[in-house]
């Protein structure tokens, strides 16, 4: 869950709705996470695979979700609490 007073998101489940934000004047990207993948190779982050509404998905690093919280630019991918919350 997100949390606004650290900043600070636990695990993304499959089904968590995911925001893209890709600046003004690109509207908003509306899907949901579909597949969770963990390699045990090393120190390295959770895959998740985020469907969007028109059909098209996206791979990205668990890391990159929520990163954005905070930051100057709103750019970025975010779950549907944080987007809102902010």
């Known amino acids: 869950m997100y949390s606004d007073d650290d900043k600070e998101v636990d695990m993304v489940e499959l089904g968590t709705k995911i925001i893209g934000n890709f600046g003004a004047m690109i509207p908003l ?22 469907v969007w509404d028109n059909g098209s998905h996206t791979w990205m690093m668990e890391s990159e979700i929520n990163d954005a919280v905070g930051k100057l630019s709103p750019i970025g991918y975010y779950t549907e609490e944080a987007y809102y919350a902010r």
């Open 29 to 50: 990207s509306f899907g949901k996470v579909v597949t969770i993948e963990t390699f045990d190779v090393g120190p390295r982050d959770t895959d998740i695979k985020v």
